[in-house]
């Protein structure tokens, strides 16, 4: 859940509270992390409830021993307690989109949607209202020199924006935003069984325009750059595997190369807040200067005065709670402009 940090333990009674962690999480602890991670919703799912918990209770029984830290790719050693998850492995998602395939060819079910459907129609029609205010000049916009059209003139050109889903798993995401009016849509996923069965839901559901491919985010074979670039709860995967730390520069120094200069780069999360995702973009920017400066060219020695991302915009609109005097919120989406 994000938001959420415990304190440091005593040094000697952590292998004690260790042993006894998986004890001590209650059944509420482990249906809000199970469900942080994989949330139902109406469309059906086949996911098996018992192996959800139990991959919750393997992350809180880790969480509940390590120190404070965060999240942050840019440690220069890895944290060997950061919570890990099954989840993070594409094993787990093959297994699981075959499931899900099969389910749709017998039930017509489009299986979960990651975060809820709630999460995504708003993600999407945020989206679409944050590139019209970019457009409008609204917000600092180098997508596009020329002078700030109308309303109508903003939606008409922004539904030809180049739009790139990764890990779009069964492609709802992408649906969504071509009912916002996108029509150049592309998804990718590591698991082939992910774009099956995102090609089958679009093609039931009419959305004949949406393409899918097979590729693995942190070693991309795309040449094509995006101008608005969709995260749905991939970083969150990639972050449960037991190599997270270095996955996640991996994914960061991709990410930068799949988007546009002056693109959009909206990811949202649910195990990072808004202020965690700012602070690790921070620190990719910062790498990215001390790595030019290294190169010493003058290209290089430029963008040093142009770090890759800035920070954007986030939706304000998701429920919030209170958590040991800390306000808080289960999912993050934040919005970044490459320069």
Not at 215 to 223: A, F, M, N, Q, S
Request: proline share 3%; charged share 25%; net charge negative.
């Amino acid at each position: 859940m994000a938001a959420m940090r415990l304190q440091p333990d005593d040094p000697d009674v952590s292998q004690a509270r260790a042993l006894a962690a998986a004890d001590l999480i209650s059944d509420d602890d482990r249906s809000v992390a199970a469900d942080s991670w994989s949330i139902k919703s109406d469309y059906g799912s086949t996911l098996d409830d018992d192996q959800r918990h139990a991959d919750a209770t393997d992350a809180l029984s880790a969480a509940a021993c390590r120190a404070a830290s965060d999240y942050s790719s840019d440690k220069e050693e890895p944290d060997a307690e950061a919570v890990t998850s099954m989840l993070g492995f594409q094993s787990y998602w093959d297994a699981t989109y075959e499931d899900e395939l099969s389910n749709f060819r017998v039930h017509g079910h489009a299986g979960e949607i990651w975060f809820g459907a709630e999460v995504m129609e708003t993600v999407a029609s945020w989206t679409k209202n944050l590139c019209n205010d970019i457009y409008q000049g609204l917000l600092l916009n180098p997508v596009d020199d020329d002078e700030s059209g109308s309303a109508d003139q903003s939606c008409k050109d922004l539904i030809s924006w180049s739009v790139l889903d990764i890990g779009t798993g069964n492609g709802l995401l992408l649906q969504e935003l071509a009912k916002q009016g996108f029509t150049d849509l592309t998804g990718t996923d590591y698991s082939g069984g992910a774009v099956d069965l995102a090609r089958s839901l679009a093609e039931r559901d009419g959305f004949t325009n949406l393409k899918f491919l097979v590729d693995d985010v942190l070693v991309t074979k795309l040449e094509r750059k995006y101008q608005l670039v969709m995260d749905k709860g991939t970083l969150d995967a990639i972050g449960l595997h037991p190599d997270g730390p270095i996955k996640r520069i991996m994914y960061w120094d991709s990410v930068s190369r799949l988007v546009l200069p002056g693109g959009i780069f909206v990811i949202t999360s649910c195990n990072s807040t808004k202020d965690e995702l700012v602070q690790e973009v921070d620190n990719f920017n910062q790498r990215s200067i001390g790595t030019s400066q290294e190169a010493g060219t003058a290209e290089d020695q430029e963008a040093t005065r142009h770090p890759p991302f800035r920070y954007l915009d986030h939706v304000r609109s998701y429920p919030t709670f209170m958590f040991g005097g800390s306000i808080g919120s289960r999912v993050a989406t934040v919005a970044f402009q490459r320069n």
